[in-house]
């Protein structure tokens, strides 16, 4: 199993981001993938997960109207779209998958490394 994470991004306040988060090793469908990130000397902060079979998608209240999943089957391939950046997003992006109830992430991305500066 691997899931492997697009490349360090800087941008500017104000400007929108996109991860991605290429899956195999695994069935795609039979995952959610979840996004979970890391401030600088913060701890783990879930935002949310998507479920790549119908592409349902539950977002932490903290990133709602900000923050959009989506899942291509076709490539194995999550994405999380971070827009109206600010400084505090400055962070750590992982995506890990999730088996459902009663599992945990078992498996996780290497981390993306967004940095939002002027």
């Known amino acids: 199993v691997q899931l492997v994470q697009s490349g360090a991004e800087l941008r500017n306040p104000g400007a929108s981001v996109k991860v991605s988060c290429k899956a195999s090793?695994?069935?795609?469908?039979?995952?959610?993938i979840d996004w979970v990130r890391q401030a600088p000397g913060q701890g783990l902060e879930w935002m949310g997960r998507?479920?790549?079979?119908?592409?349902?998608?539950k977002y932490a209240q903290k990133f709602q109207g900000r923050v959009t999943f989506t899942a291509d089957t076709s490539t194995t391939t999550a994405y999380v779209e971070l827009s109206s950046l600010r400084s505090e997003d400055t962070a750590l992006y992982y995506c890990?998958?999730?088996?459902?109830?009663?599992?945990?992430?078992?498996?996780w991305g290497q981390g993306t490394q967004v940095t939002v500066s002027s």
């Open positions: 090793g695994y069935t795609f469908t039979s995952y959610y």
């Open positions: 890990a998958r999730w088996g459902g109830s009663g599992s945990w992430n078992d498996f």
């Open positions: 998507i479920d790549p079979v119908d592409g349902h998608t």
